[in-house]
């Protein structure tokens, strides 16, 4: 087995800085088995919500309720 990497927290900061310069702001960042880093960026749907509810949704709001 190999040995499992490291994060620093200079590795931490410096990535960050890399996104937040690219116009990137990470919501989130997990910690992986392996030692590696998983950055989230969007934030996280409902957990009952489907692709589909959350394209009504967005019709809705642009274009208003029952307008019939």
Do not use: C, Y
Not at 19 to 39: C, E, H, N, S
Request: no cysteine; proline share 7%; hydrophobic share 35%.
């Amino acid at each position: 087995m190999g040995r499992r990497a490291v994060i620093r927290s200079t590795d931490i900061t410096t990535t960050l800085a890399a996104l937040k310069a690219a116009g990137i702001t990470p919501l989130a960042m997990d910690t992986l088995p392996d030692g590696g880093m998983r950055w989230h960026f969007t934030p996280p749907g409902k957990p009952d919500e489907d692709e589909l509810d959350r394209e009504l949704r967005d019709f809705e709001e642009r274009n208003g309720r029952n307008r019939a």
